[in-house]
């Protein structure tokens, strides 16, 4: 296969890093090589974060550039329009609605835009999701980031008892069954 | 055995661990961290997180000195601490192998500077390892060891953000038996001085000779021949990225020794490509190689000497193809990094912009105070500089010593403050030094510190009495302040100032995120008091936003410091 290319972006301690390991662990159980890079330090608090997963049947870099992105997972509205430049053309974007104010914007110097949903529409095959609100549903905000993991299940041609089998297997185990219920409701998410 | 998707640092963990090693001494550094903190989950190797790099290269010496195969890493500034024992190390050369990790940072993802490490190999004269990816990483430190022993030398070995950060599939292994090699008493090889060192200086220029005799047909430095119209010399991730844009259309000298180079390797290479380019992030290394061999090729003439590289950039430089994309059409405000909710260093910058103060910075998440709204921090070069350089300052213009201090982390603060603090008080600055003691390394993500009574496997351990040390240097003006507190953090602020004499102000309060740490319930805004001002948003708190004309909190991220509750004028912020 071709090498697949998946963004996770958000802000940091939202929790790319685990929904990045959950896609790497799941292609891995299908075969294929497999690249994940991630973001450390600094980058973390608090900030714009960014996580590159890569599959296919060899694949070389472990980073994506601007219109190479097969897929991008936002997990946060603004970052959805700051990454949209490494989308491919016609390729598909999932983003949580949940807003996040950054600090220029809490600090009064910019302002959060308006309109940020149907400017992403215009350009992108766009499915759009308040992962907050499930995440709550399944038990944790917190789970905002396997939420999301379960809504781009939906289309990566994975099947979905090796996704579960990968979920119990990567999260602590007291956080299992709210992490496979997190998982469910993204899943059954209709666009 | 079954493939993992192991992180670069972890496949170094993992291949090392294989070859038997059983010495780990390490200070934290991003992005070397994880190699040493997945050392730690091995019982059988003693590993251990040194109060700086040169402590743990010379803990790391002596070990391999003893007969073990011996580790210590660090990120590429942390090299400079250890650079001392470095160059002197290649000297003595080993007795079980010894492995020099070393982190950089190309394009700064959570650095000071941009350095470029290979230049120590070629400094220290010592052979230099560069993996391009996980499996490599296994690898690579695995045949470190066998060319440790076989050269009688230690081995750097090199990684970038991006391989030590990206994750790949990598087979395990079993481990070889590595038994401790005898130590026997040899004054010649192991005592640097003048008598001994000039005979050992002429072994070491021989072993650079044996080794590019190695160089030339070792395993590690391949070539792959495709299409012969671009030839590519290049190294570790670079590699990867030349392969994805260029693919068969190019041929490939993959050099997984970037010191010392081959010369007939890469002459028969060049000899066989139309037009060659030397790919390599930051500095000319290889390049200026091939310019010394007499070879004629492209390198930092077409490619940046700053930043990250990419497959998007080769295609771009070489093919001059670009893929096209859209754009956001709404600007989009930046998302710097912040001090996270609920961070005990908050407090302190909000009663040192009050106090209006100069402050000299240091390394680590506190640096972040330099940003709006904060703006506290002044300056900041190096791990300990605050200490050392408020002193520089306050000497050099005493007027101005009632209205500076230092910060710097409890963990910063071991591994080189200590002696910036021996220097202020044996020379009599009436400097202010402030500890933001928060009893982990926070920005590398909470490792272990000789500061916080644990050791790097979370066992009990001796702990640095802080203010006993300062006693002990002579310091007499000590204190500790809750930085949670406003008033007390900013009278002790001012107090100290006021003095004609040294003294240290510990701000004590644990890393928010620390697990132990309880949070008090979190606070909301009763909207029928807020009046707007938006005081409450001066402290850069990022679970504060304003909405509608008041603040609001999100009790989602909201870890009940009570902070802004201090700056509220109106009662408004209720838990």
Known sequence: MKTYSVMIVGVGGQGTLLASRLLGNAVISEGYDVKVSEVHGMSQRGGSVITYVRYGDKVYSPIIEKGEADLILSFELLEAARYLPYLKKGGRLIVNTQQIDPMPVVTGQATYPDGVLDMLRSKADVTAVDALSLAVEAGSAKAVNVVLMGVAAQSLGIGKPVWEQVVADTVPPKFRELNLKAFDLGYAHKA | MAKKLLLGNEAVARGLWEAGMTFASSYPGTPSTEITETLAKYDDVYSEWAPNEKVACEAAIGAAIAGARSFCGMKHVGLNVAADPLFTASYTGVNGGMIIGVADDPGMHSSQNEQDSRHYAKGAKIMMLEPADAAECRDFAKLGYALSERFDTPVLLRLTTRVAHSRGLVEEQEKEAYTLKAYQKDAKKYVMMPAYAIPKHVTVEQRILDQIAWAEDCEINRVEYHDTKIGVITAGNCYNYAREA??????????????????????????????????????????????????????????????????????????????????????????????????????????????????????????????????????????????????????????????????????????????????????????????????????????????????????????????????????????????????????????????????????????????????????????????????????????????????????????????????????????
């Open chain 2, 246 to 575: 260029l693919g068969d259309g190019a041929s490939y000298l993959k050099l997984g020794m970037v010191y010392p180079l081959p010369e007939k390797l890469i002459r028969d290479f060049a000899a066989k490509c139309d037009t060659v380019y030397v790919i390599e992030e930051l500095d000319p290394f290889i390049e200026e190689h091939c310019r010394r061999l007499g070879l004629s090729v492209h390198g930092k003439d077409v490619f940046t000497l700053q930043g990250e590289y990419s497959q998007a950039l080769v295609r771009k430089v070489i093919l001059g193809e670009e893929i096209p994309f859209d754009t956001s059409d709404i600007p989009v405000p930046g998302r710097p990094p912040v001090l996270c909710s609920g961070c005990p260093h908050r407090g302190l910058f909000y009663a040192l912009k009050q106090e209006k103060v100069a402050v000299s910075g240091d390394i680590g998440c506190y640096t972040l105070g330099a940003l709006p709204p904060l703006e506290s921090v002044d300056t900041c070069v190096c791990m300990g500089a605050s200490v050392s350089a408020l002193h520089g300052r306050n000497k050099a213009d005493p007027s101005q010593a009632s209205k500076s201090v230092a910060v710097i982390g409890d963990s910063t603060f071991c591994h080189s403050g200590i002696t910036g603090l021996v220097n202020i008080a044996y020379n009599n600055s009436a400097s202010t030094v402030i500890v933001l003691d928060n009893s982990i390394t926070g920005m590398t993500g909470h490792q272990e510190n000789p500061t916080t009574g644990k050791n790097i496997k979370g066992e009990p351990a001796t702990a640095i009495d802080l203010e006993a040390l300062a006693h002990a240097v002579g310091i007499r003006r000590v204190r500790v302040v809750d930085p949670y507190n406003l008033k007390q953090t900013r009278d002790a602020i001012h107090e100290e100032l006021a003095v004609d004499e040294p003294s240290l102000i510990i701000s004590r309060r644990p890393c928010a995120l620390l697990k132990y740490v309880k949070h008090a319930p979190a606070y909301h805004i009763d909207r029928e008091k807020c009046r707007g001002c938006k005081s409450c948003m001066r402290i850069g708190c990022p679970s504060i936003s304003m909405k509608d004309g008041k603040a609001q909190i999100d009790f989602t991220q909201c870890a009940g410091c009570g902070v802004c509750v201090q700056m509220c004028a109106f009662d408004a912020i209720r838990q």
